[in-house]
């Protein structure tokens, strides 16, 4: 990944602001070509099984990291994917497509300096926001609660923008939560305007991912907000507070988060409820993160 250089914050407020972020981090940041034409290949009816692997073994680093998150305990397929055209055949091009976005977006952002930010403890708390996500949509029964997992693994993605462009606010806010105990993302609104949750939406949105993936991540901090995937917006909201009060995993936050009253009504559940779930989730989320990183 290129060095990124810092983005003056008075430059980055606002509206202006935002879509100014996003444009410079979309020069060091992006998703592959690979995945544009995967999703080009997916809704061709002349593609088949054979077309769609060759087309991914064009990136045999891609190939590799399918293949151990393919393995996962998250999937817990019956037996191993060995090969990319066994993926293509066993798991579905829905799961095929998933698989390339998680490791493309692992892939373009695993350049941030380790001083910035502790990447494996980002994604072991992203992978717990997901896993959790997931959880809680078959706990009401959603007929595509797995949608609830790509959303809640990309929640935090606009914090790792701030920290590749505005890493001195980011070192400010840091200070200032730590002698205030306020939440980030209100700390990073009165900076800025906006939050990273808004950051990580926009940039899903400009990278062309579908409207249920962004919107629960622009909303996961006001999921009164949350339009037509309110429930998977709930989800996430929901996830992410408890996965934070249980300290499964860092993206900076580090303090208790509320959680919306009206969130745990639209699905129906209580406190006794979000700790048997979020026990579920956390059973799986160890040996996922493991793959995750290539371990």
């Keep these: 990944m290129a060095t990124a250089n810092p983005l003056d914050v008075t430059s980055a407020r606002g509206l202006r602001g935002l879509d100014l972020l996003i444009t410079e981090v979309d020069k060091l940041v992006s998703l592959p070509d690979i995945y544009y034409r995967l999703e080009e290949a ?61 490791t493309s977006v692992i892939k373009a952002f695993e350049g941030i300096p380790s001083g910035t930010v502790n990447m494996s403890t980002f994604w072991a708390h992203s992978v717990a926001v997901g896993i959790m996500a997931r959880e809680l949509g078959e706990h009401s029964r959603h007929p595509n609660a797995d949608s609830f997992y790509i959303p809640g693994l990309l929640h935090d993605i606009g914090r790792l923008v701030m920290y590749l462009k505005l890493p001195g606010l980011m070192h400010d806010i840091f200070k200032q939560r730590e002698a205030s105990g306020e939440p980030m993302y209100l700390l990073e609104r009165r900076r800025l305007d906006y939050c990273h949750a808004e950051i990580g939406g926009r940039l899903l949105e400009f990278w062309k991912l579908p409207q249920s993936i962004w919107e629960p991540v622009v909303t996961h901090h006001d999921p009164r907000k949350a339009g037509q995937y309110s429930l998977a917006g709930c989800a996430v909201h929901i996830a992410d507070a408890w996965v934070n009060s249980n300290r499964a995993g860092s993206s900076g936050q580090g303090f208790e988060l509320e959680i919306d009253p009206e969130a745990l009504q639209l699905f129906g559940i209580d406190a006794d409820d979000i700790d048997q779930i979020g026990a579920r989730a956390a059973a799986q989320t160890q040996a996922v993160v493991r793959r995750f990183m290539g371990h």
């Design 42 to 102: 997916i809704v061709d009816p002349g593609s088949t099984t054979d077309s769609i692997a060759e087309l991914l073994r064009r990136d045999p680093d891609l190939c590799a990291r399918m293949l151990r998150m393919a393995n996962s305990a998250f999937y817990s397929f019956p037996t191993k994917i060995e090969t990319i055209e066994r993926a293509v055949s066993t798991i579905g091009l829905r799961q095929i497509r998933e698989l390339v976005l998680v």
